[in-house]
């Protein structure tokens, strides 16, 4: 099976069941909104969709493997939690490169320059990113979306700190990627509006 799936995941945390024997599945072309309270898993299940965490029952599979033990997963795949993970010492150009350089992406800083020019960073791209606004940090986090090429993103609550127009810019972003045949699973305290595009909604509720 093409993308990605789960299959029976039980999540628990404190004694307590976050979820139990959730499946689901996540296609090229689609994208996912998931949707619950606090404390109701969503970060909890994002980290075992990227295989960060460990699901107590249940197994995640990517195109047909298993993700612990597929040799391609993580080179498929950007996750983004729902802090920035910058380094507030550094520029948006010297976080991006370290970045990079993690995921093992090859990338010029021309490449990272011209990407932050089209997300709104004209100017402050060398400068130390704690002098930047709530907003302007999570766009320059979110700038890796476009410089790694990856099939699957995996998104925790990233319109944090956004304005309408970085909803909008984001959202855009979201549609093109599942046009072109990219998968999509995020999380938000809003709902999508239509230009994020056609969406499936996973629920998840607070279980006592």
Not at 116 to 123: A, K, W, Y
Not at 166 to 174: D, I, P, S, T, Y
Request: aromatic letters at 8%.
């Amino acid at each position: 099976m093409s993308g990605l799936r789960a299959s029976g995941l039980t999540c628990i945390k404190r004694d307590r069941v976050l979820f139990e024997a959730l499946s689901f599945s996540l296609k090229p072309g689609e994208l996912l909104y998931l949707r619950g309270p606090n404390g109701a898993g969503k970060t909890s299940l994002l980290r075992i969709v990227t295989g960060l965490s460990s699901a107590d029952e249940g197994e995640i599979y990517y195109q047909g493997t298993p993700i612990r033990t597929s040799n391609t997963y993580a080179k498929s795949l950007i996750y983004l939690g729902h802090k920035t993970a910058l380094n507030s010492a550094l520029s948006a150009i010297e976080n991006l490169h370290y970045w990079a350089a993690q995921h093992q992406v090859a990338v010029a800083t021309s490449d990272i320059y011209h990407v932050l020019e089209i997300n709104g960073l004209v100017g402050l791209e060398d400068i130390p990113v704690r002098f930047l606004s709530a907003g302007q940090q999570r766009r320059v986090a979110l700038s890796r979306l476009w410089l790694k090429k990856a099939p699957v993103w995996i998104l925790d609550e990233p319109f944090t700190a956004l304005d309408i127009d970085g909803v909008a810019w984001l959202e855009r972003k979201f549609s093109a990627h599942v046009k072109e045949g990219g998968m999509l699973m995020t999380t938000s305290h809003q709902p999508l509006s239509a230009l994020a595009g056609d969406h499936t909604t996973l629920d998840l509720e607070y279980r006592f």
